[in-house]
């Protein structure tokens, strides 16, 4: 049976292997959240999804410049996007505020961080610095019904 | 006995419990073959290739095809699967029967509600996947027959616990036996876990769907979805982590090196599986980053009985490897009997499940999930969990177990070695494409892109990761063919060579036992540590779930397939 204590000191080294390297990814991913900058969503509120296209903020989708930044207030819905031309400068910061008025979509950014679960009901709140021009694309990436997978709009970054 | 002939008696009389497993077993394994067979269309869309065209008009549509791919795969065939092998194996090991009435209430259970689910599916009124995320609504038929399947498990529970609390009024103050244990932990979790699927269809979406309430707040249900929708991994897993610690080290020739560290395992997943929902909702607003965080960190803690587990497994099959006179570092390896259909299932797809986990362990690192979130890198990422070792292990266990529950012998054992070995190719090379094009080209999962111009335009430069897609599907194709042949050409067949078959389930020998194993000791109190894991969620999720009941915001349903 000496075998057999090789094998478990073996097995204990691996246990603490394993503990010692978790500990290791949530200190980096808790250092990454600090440093995430805005990226992670936020619920900034609750509105009434029946009234999302007629009432309040959302009613006039539309991206407002605020000093040498944007905000966006944003309609995903079946099976678009609203304000659907979205221009803003290279290295402004631009806040989304973006809500649904039916069911599910996603809201991710391509080349970026930002990747939203848009909740009807729900108002999320995310924020991104675009540091390259061109196209972004914004892909619908929640089942959403049978327009799906052409759900994709997206925002132009300019000099 | 030798003198009866089967054809004129019931072959079962003697062991009931027998049939009831073979007739769990088959119902799952029939969900598989309609589930399984919509994969290659799937692979072939992210291929760029629309295939659904001919299917009309007996399939509606891409997302009509998808969600039998997933009730059936996921949730009927796992469950069935779970049902049939998590009853039997305690079942032998204690010499105990279950009580045959209520086990075939559970099966009628079973099928009466898979039947109720699946008409409004085939109408195509209820393609709304098998997450049926709200606002979109279904048929309440949909809701109802999904209710009854689910709670048909809740029967196994009963019966698994019952036959282990009378083995345990028999044998007072003994250690219960590994499977058992194994089988009494699993069902405790599922029982635990499953609360947040039944409250939700049960008090919300029933109702709904059938018009007694206007609505229901779409984060709520995600919440509760979640709540049973990550522990369900471990539904769909710990079966064949149970066969994979109580037969495969016998199959393939060795010992159970550890016990007690078996046991341990099995706890640390009742304890730990299901105070983790979040990590699927690290991108919903509504929840505080600060929860989602507790979330991951307890979500870590999940990968230590996985990470024990591949130590444990991994010594045992060398162990088993030596006996066959393997020698030095990788002789061993060599040695072990790969042309077993059964043992070779399990060697596939534990080494797939290698890359799984690690890919795992992303999903779960709430910031680089940004980055992969609801892209195709998860479907292959899970892939190669569910789809690989969970569907393999199950398959490779039938090519032992419907010979021993039936008597008769397994046909086309090499056509049984070759769709294991096209299985884990096809699987490999599918799940590695998907795999980069959701992370490369943040291409969305569950998106119908071979019948969108715009998304073919918009994804037009992952081309040759597209090609990969189609290569699996055909491989996979075939696999499927060779493995349900070999089954149901086993089962029906009207010869009987009960010589010929395993006559006991293979239970494997361990080194180390439980006897005066203080740890062993410790696991053995169930119901104690059953009380810790509902502490632990009632901590987990309970201010968040209070916070969400108390501002509700209840939205109407929609059908926009
Ligand atoms: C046999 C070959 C198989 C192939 C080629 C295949 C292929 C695929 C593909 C390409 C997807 C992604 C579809 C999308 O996101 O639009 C998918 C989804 C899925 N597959 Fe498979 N699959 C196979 C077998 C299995 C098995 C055996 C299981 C489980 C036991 C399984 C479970 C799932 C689940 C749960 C989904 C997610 C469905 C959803 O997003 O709603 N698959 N499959
Ligand atoms: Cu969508
Ligand atoms: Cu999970």
Redesign the pocket.
């Known amino acids: 049976m000496d075998d057999h204590s090789i094998i478990e000191r073996y097995e204990r080294a691996w246990i603490f292997f394993g503990l010692g390297m978790i500990v290791v990814f949530i200190l980096l991913i808790g250092y990454t959240l600090v440093s995430s900058r805005g990226s992670i969503p936020l619920a900034v509120g609750q509105v009434n999804a029946s009234e999302v296209r007629t009432q309040g903020e959302f009613a006039n989708p539309r991206v407002e410049k605020v000093g040498r930044d944007y905000v966006v207030y944003m309609q995903a819905f079946a099976f678009g996007y609203l304000p659907a031309d979205i221009r803003v400068k290279k290295g402004a910061k631009v806040t989304f505020y973006i809500t649904s008025p039916d069911v599910l979509h996603g809201f991710n950014i391509e080349r970026t961080n930002i990747n939203v679960e848009v909740i009807p009901g729900e108002i999320a709140k995310v924020s991104q610095v675009f540091n390259q021009t061109g196209e972004y694309r914004i892909l619908c990436n929640e089942?959403c019904g049978i327009g799906h997978a052409s759900m994709i709009s997206k925002i132009t970054v300019e000099e | 006995m030798a003198v009866l002939t089967p054809s004129k008696i019931d072959a079962y009389a003697l062991a009931p419990e027998k049939k009831l497993t073979l007739y769990m077993l088959m119902l799952g394994f029939a969900a598989?073959l309609v589930?399984?067979?919509?994969?290659?269309?799937?692979?072939f869309?992210?291929a760029g290739i629309n295939l659904y065209t001919f299917l009309k008009p007996l399939v509606q549509s891409?997302y009509q095809g998808?969600?039998i791919?997933?009730v059936l795969?996921?949730?009927v065939?796992?469950q069935l699967f779970g049902q049939a092998v998590m009853l039997y194996l305690p079942s032998r090991e204690l010499g105990l029967r279950p009580n045959m009435t209520l086990a075939w209430v559970s099966w009628w259970m079973a099928l009466v509600g898979l039947l109720i689910t699946a008409l409004p599916i085939l109408a195509n009124a209820a393609s709304v996947?098998?997450?049926f995320y709200p606002p979109l609504q279904a048929h309440w038929a949909f809701y109802v027959g999904a209710a009854i399947f689910v709670l048909s498990s809740w029967v196994t529970v009963y019966l698994t616990l019952e036959m282990w609390m009378r083995w345990k009024r028999r044998n007072p103050g003994q250690i219960t036996p590994l499977a058992t244990y194994m089988a009494v932990t699993f069902w405790l979790m599922w029982w635990l876990c499953s609360l947040g699927l039944v409250v939700e269809v049960a008090v919300f979406l029933i109702p709904w769907s059938t018009g007694l309430i206007g609505g229901v707040d779409p984060l709520l249900m995600r919440t509760l979805f979640w709540f049973t929708g990550h522990p369900i991994v471990y539904f769909?897993l710990l079966p064949v982590y149970t066969l994979a610690y109580t037969t495969l080290p016998r199959l393939a020739g060795g010992k159970l090196i550890s016990d007690p560290l078996a046991r341990l395992v099995f706890l640390l997943f009742l304890l730990f599986s299901i105070p983790v929902g979040f990590h699927h909702q690290f991108s919903d607003p509504g929840i505080a980053p600060a929860w989602k965080f507790i979330h991951m960190v307890l979500t870590m803690m999940v990968a230590v009985p996985s990470l024990i587990t591949a130590f444990t497994l991994a010594a045992s099959l060398e162990n088993a490897g030596r006996a066959r006179g393997g020698q030095g570092w990788f002789g061993w390896i060599k040695a072990l009997p790969w042309n077993n259909p059964t043992v070779l299932s399990f060697l596939l797809g534990l080494l797939a499940f290698i890359p799984g986990g690690a890919g795992g362990m992303v999903n779960a690192s709430f910031t680089l999930n940004q980055g992969i979130h609801n892209t195709?890198w998860?479907?292959g990422h899970?892939?190669l969990q569910?789809?690989?070792l969970?569907?393999m292990g199950a398959m490779g266990t039938a090519f032992w177990l419907i010979p021993h529950l039936t008597g008769k012998r397994l046909v086309g054992e090499g056509y049984a070695v070759a769709s294991q070995w096209l299985?884990f190719l096809?699987?490999f090379i599918?799940t590695f494409a998907?795999h980069w094009m959701g992370w490369l080209y943040q291409i969305?999962?569950?998106?119908?892109i071979s019948g969108s111009p715009a998304a073919m335009e918009a994804y037009k430069q992952s081309g040759v990761w597209m090609a990969l897609?189609a290569i699996?599907?055909i491989i996979?194709?075939i696999?499927?063919i060779f493995f349900f042949y070999v089954i149901f050409a086993t089962a029906l067949q009207s010869r009987h060579e009960p010589s010929q078959v395993m006559a006991e389930v293979p239970f494997t020998q361990v080194i180390s036992g439980p006897q005066g194993s203080g740890l062993a000791a410790l696991t053995e109190r169930v119901w104690f540590w059953f009380g810790v894991a509902v502490v632990l969620v009632v901590l987990a999720y309970g201010p968040v779930l209070f916070q969400m009941l108390t501002h509700l915001n209840p939205v109407p349903g929609q059908r926009l397939w």
């Open positions: 089942y | 598989l589930g399984t067979l919509f994969g290659p269309l799937q692979a869309n992210y891409y998808l969600t791919h997933g795969n996921a949730i065939f796992t996947l098998y997450t769909w195709t998860i479907p899970f892939h569910v789809a690989t969970v569907t299985w096809g699987m599918m998907l969305p999962r569950r998106a119908f897609n699996s599907g996979l194709t696999a499927i």
